[in-house]
């Protein structure tokens, strides 16, 4: 309906991306919703929790999987690698949209795998619909569904610009 | 927050780099106007109305004789997406 979809991108849902994580490579991350191009790169991620918090650090964590996983299958494909990528993300808790832009930088990345506190700020940038209403409310509310499908249509701009770096040679 | 990420909250102007569109295209207008799946035609949108029914629930979770409903809708809507109306 909004166009997140096109040719050469696919959905999945329950899509598990391993994460390198404090020297153990075997963990592994479960999106709700991720969107891949060409079964290679991890362009999208949705997470729905029951709290804003929890959802906000599994996408992030998410989202440093995907650095990992996408890097890899660069690789694999005789790309090189990138040392940084904005990640789109939206999480649900109940039927409000919240909308992040997660840079995960390579320095990021090896902080992660090695379990150490890295000296550059990530800034991830969030906005949330009708952050003066209540958590509660929802899309179910009409105005608040205009409002939320409003900020879809602009972050599905927003998320090709950033797919542009994200699959560029 | 660990591993130093912080989460910076922007209002729409901000994340968006531009205002929220005063009007939406492409979104069938029943789905902006109302609440109950049987009182719409388009099919995708009673799915989707559905969907936000069963989503708003204070249990969270459908019963399993709305699953069977819903799973018939979906199919239905989904060969009527095929073109197959017969």
């Given at each position: 309906m909004l166009g997140f979809e096109e040719s050469g991108y696919i959905l999945r849902s329950r899509y598990a991306i391993p994460l390198n994580i404090c020297?153990?490579?075997t963990q592994t991350v479960q999106t709700d919703?991720?969107?891949l191009h060409q079964a290679s790169t991890i362009t999208l991620l949705v997470q729905e929790d029951k709290s804003e918090l929890g959802a906000e650090s599994k996408v992030i964590a998410e989202a440093i999987a995907s650095f990992q996983e996408n890097n890899r299958n660069r690789i694999r494909l005789g790309k090189g690698r990138k040392n940084s990528m904005s990640i789109p993300c939206i999480t649900m808790v109940g039927t409000r949209p919240i909308f992040y832009v997660v840079p995960v930088t390579?320095?990021?990345c090896t902080a992660v795998e090695q379990g150490e506190f890295p000296e550059?700020?990530?800034e991830v940038r969030k906005c949330v619909v009708g952050a003066e209403t209540q958590l509660s409310d929802g899309?179910?509310?009409?105005?608040f569904r205009l409002?939320?499908?409003k900020h879809f249509a602009l972050f599905r701009s927003l998320a090709k610009s950033l797919w542009s770096d994200l699959l560029a040679d | 927050m660990a591993y130093n990420i912080v989460?910076?909250?922007?209002?729409a102007t901000t994340f968006f780099g531009q205002d929220l569109p005063a009007t939406l295209d492409g979104i069938d207008p029943e789905f902006l106007t109302s609440n109950v799946p049987s009182e719409v035609d388009n099919h995708g949108t009673q799915l989707l109305l559905m969907y936000l029914e069963f989503a708003t629930e204070v249990n969270g979770s459908m019963s399993p004789v709305q699953m069977i409903f819903f799973a018939s809708?979906?199919?239905l809507a989904y060969i009527r997406s095929k073109g197959c109306n017969q």
């Open positions: 020297g153990e490579p919703i991720c969107l390579q320095q990021l550059q700020v990530t899309m179910e509310r009409l105005d409002e939320a499908l | 989460i910076r909250n922007q209002s809708h979906s199919l």
